[in-house]
């Protein structure tokens, strides 16, 4: 009511609709307080926070390749090639690693080559037992197995040996210088023989004394020396 007679009283006269809306107006502006807008500080970023930027720096080389070359000499373990993937397949006495790593399982020389037969795309990498050998091998012959021998021409004294004997053994029961067959389709000389050959060769050994403490209290100082030695050269290493 105060403010529609200060309205009345302050203004010119005005229908009464007018005078209303005016004071209603004039009532919801003094019901609303007045807000000032706050600004948030901002400071960007220095550096980038995703992408390459926070990866870690490309590492040293995995030195990957060739490690033996053609015609060169490898022992079983040796490593022949090192790739990522396969490009190049294990072939004859090769083997490949989880990471695809080719090494050798036999002595010999390595081959790189293809077979059509096996896989017109392929390529291979082997390794042969003689130098002049070449490989892929014609389609079937014999494969080449080396297990563990050497091949030798056999040279025998006194003519030829005879069927069940060995060079300078007879076959028998088991007596001295017998050899019978055992386990396993051997012929070999029993243990007992094989353990008198010093006496029968005439080689003097020294009585073993069980209770002969000297002779022990001298190996153990004996091996003590030699120990002791051992970890001394292994400090100035």
Known sequence: ??????????????????LLLLALTRLTLHSTPRTTPTQTP???????SQGRANKAAPGPGKRLGAKKGDSELVVPGNIIFRQRGTHWYAGENCGMGRDHTIFALQKGFVRYYRDPDR???????????????????????????????EARERVSVGGEIAEGEVEGMTAGKGGVGEVVLREGYQYRESNWSIGRTAERAGVKVRAYKPNDRWMAWRKTNERKERNAEKRSLRRKK
């Open 1 to 18: 009511m105060r403010s529609l007679r200060s309205l009345s009283s302050s203004t010119a006269p005005h229908p009464p609709s007018t």
């Open 42 to 48: 901002y400071r960007p970023a220095s550096h980038a």
């Open 119 to 149: 896989h017109a795309e392929r390529k291979y990498i082997g390794v042969v037992f003689e130098r002049q050998m070449e490989l892929p091998r014609a389609r079937g012959a014999s494969r080449w197995r080396r297990c563990g021998l």
